[in-house]
């Protein structure tokens, strides 16, 4: 069986595109294979599910791979999808990706 390798949809990333005139949220996401670290620049008014659409759009989970965003310490699933990134915590936090 063939192993999909994950990757980035530019299109999708475009459209997460973070809008430079708002405030701004950075956020360090380690990849589940690698451990390596990306930079998710998002608005603070985007939710826990745009933060999600980023890290698959990335290309650091394939489409379809179930996942967790592990944020906190000790770190805990992020459960409220529709929560914004500014309420959830997250502007200078890290977080990390746990495959299910």
Known sequence: SRVEVPKVDQKRLDSLKCDESKPLCVIQVRSPAS???????LNGS??????RDWIVASGM?????????????PPKPLADEGETLDKAGLNGAAVSIKLS
């Open 46 to 51: 985007r939710t826990v599910r745009d933060l």
């Open 35 to 41: 451990g390596a670290r990306a930079e998710a620049r």
């Open 61 to 73: 989970v394939g489409a379809g791979q179930g996942f967790a965003i592990m944020g906190g310490f």
